[in-house]
């Protein structure tokens, strides 16, 4: 289950794996992206399930192959919330980088944020929209 | 799926094309969870690599992710179709949902489209659907089981069918997609076929509005945009209506070519208009053999269905 969590100045917790997904709007030139925060833990779950082998039989590559299906498929369900209807070319997952987090903090905006909690671990799911196009008050 | 495994003949061919390893995984789990013995699963990253490795292994069925670097699946699976493969079944999972795309997957003749996330069972189910006239058991099954899967029009039959009346307008015809009563339009053109030899109702065919349109539309040559208002408003004019009808009719002797114990002659007897909550036509729609289901997909006219059903004699 996945709560909203309100605007807030707070910095996103750390997670082991970012992946990053860009979205481009064509009919506005609007560029945007989802990010998805998983920490080691969901990661191992995740890889475990989906590759179906035992927890130590899971190799580095496997946990980044994994979350970035993850964050795939969250994103197709966001990118109807960035496009409002319209279509939305939709990316590549890829690791988010330096170069990404840069894209983030110059051109982007949080749009939205959701998180999904289990016990104390959380899985964060962030919708970054560019600043052009401020949030609708 | 399936607890006992079903012996093959001979291998069916899967190739995987997901640029992520777990759903390929997930994939290769699927298929094996449907029982098939032997299977042959062989996977790409990208549809480059797959157009590779079908050069020396020709896959019975592709299962593809849309979005992968280099290739696309979509472009991958219209690379197949110049190289000649047209016979090679390909079957989309995927988180692409604009239907201009899944339109094309469809024209390319995709026999299912799965939505990401999805579950094993629901991956397995289409897996079957999608090869079960290829899978081949070694052991003879009974007379009487055999007879449960007679199809009354063999898809090639239908091919040739379609051919003589649609001329040299382009067409896709997947075989085995059930039709199912969520699936009807409004109004759909039943056809009641007689046997020699055979009292009552020999079979039932079925074609949607949409079908109606495109069959009876292309076969008056129609321009696609004429067809498509007809299938929006679910209204095919007389001579699509009329030509539909001679298709029915012409169907017949498809239904002769596969009769049990045969030669007999099937002539078409009565067509008419029946509402989709007709409640004879949810009745047939629900029969779980003995029945040949089909769907027509035509560039810029888009797509309908049909389907024959043999009936208890």
């Known amino acids: 289950?996945?709560?909203?969590?309100?605007?807030?100045?707070?910095?996103?917790?750390?997670?082991?794996?970012?992946?990053y997904v860009p979205l481009k709007l064509p009919v506005a030139d609007r560029r945007g992206g989802v990010g998805v925060l998983i920490q080691q833990d969901d990661a191992i779950n995740v890889a475990t399930n989906m590759f179906g082998v035992a927890r130590q039989d899971i190799k580095d590559d496997d946990l980044g192959d994994a979350c970035a299906e993850v964050c795939n498929v969250f994103t197709d369900c966001m990118a109807t919330h960035f496009g409002g209807g319209q279509q939305v070319e939709i990316g590549l997952p890829r690791r988010a980088g330096l170069a990404d987090y840069q894209f983030f903090a110059e051109s982007c905006v949080t749009r939205a944020i959701y998180q999904g909690c289990s016990g104390a671990r959380r899985l964060l799911i962030v919708l970054y929209d560019s600043l052009r196009f401020p949030v609708p008050s | 799926m399936s607890a006992t495994p079903i012996l093959l003949s001979k291998p069916l061919k899967f190739l995987v094309v997901d640029d992520s390893r777990a759903i390929q995984a997930i994939i290769r789990r699927s298929i094996l969870r449907c029982g098939y013995e032997p299977v042959e699963v062989r996977t790409a990253l990208d549809g480059e690599q797959a157009l590779d490795i079908i050069e020396t292994f020709v896959p019975d069925l592709v299962i593809t992710d849309w979005h992968m670097p280099k290739v696309s699946g979509l472009e991958m699976v219209q690379a197949l179709r110049q190289m000649g493969h047209a016979n090679i079944r390909v079957g989309f999972v995927t988180t692409e949902k604009t239907p201009a795309m899944l339109d094309q997957a469809i024209s390319n003749g995709a026999m299912f489209i799965l939505h990401k996330p999805f579950n094993d069972a629901e991956l397995a189910a289409a897996v079957v659907s999608s090869v079960k006239d290829l899978a081949k058991p070694v052991l003879t099954q009974p007379a009487v089981e055999e007879s449960k899967d007679v199809e009354p029009v063999m898809e090639s039959s239908l091919h040739k069918q379609l051919q003589a009346t649609l001329g040299k307008i382009p067409f896709r015809l997947i075989a085995r997609e059930p039709?199912?009563?969520?699936?009807?339009?409004?109004?759909?053109?039943?056809?009641?076929?007689?046997?020699?030899?055979?009292?009552?109702?020999?079979?039932?065919?079925?074609?949607?509005?949409?079908?109606?349109?495109?069959?009876?539309?292309?076969?008056?040559?129609k321009l696609p945009p004429e067809v498509r208002a007809a299938m929006e408003s679910g209204q095919p004019d007389e001579s699509m209506l009329n030509n539909a009808n001679v298709f029915l009719r012409a169907v017949a002797l498809c239904m002769a070519e596969t009769a049990v114990p045969g030669p007999i002659t099937v002539s078409l007897a009565k067509a008419s208009i029946v509402k989709n909550t007709f409640a004879k036509l949810s009745e047939v729609l629900a029969q779980s053999g003995r029945r040949s289901d089909f769907r027509i997909a035509i560039p810029g006219y888009g797509e309908g269905r049909m389907a024959f059903f043999l009936m208890a004699a």
């Open chain 1, 1 to 19: 289950m996945f709560q909203h969590v309100p605007q807030s100045n707070d910095a996103l917790p750390f997670a082991e794996f970012s992946f």
């Open chain 2, 179 to 221: 039709m199912t009563t969520d699936k009807l339009t409004p109004n759909n053109l039943l056809g009641l076929y007689v046997g020699t030899g055979h009292k009552g109702v020999y079979a039932i065919g079925v074609m949607d509005g949409n079908a109606v349109c495109m069959v009876g539309g292309g076969a008056s040559r």
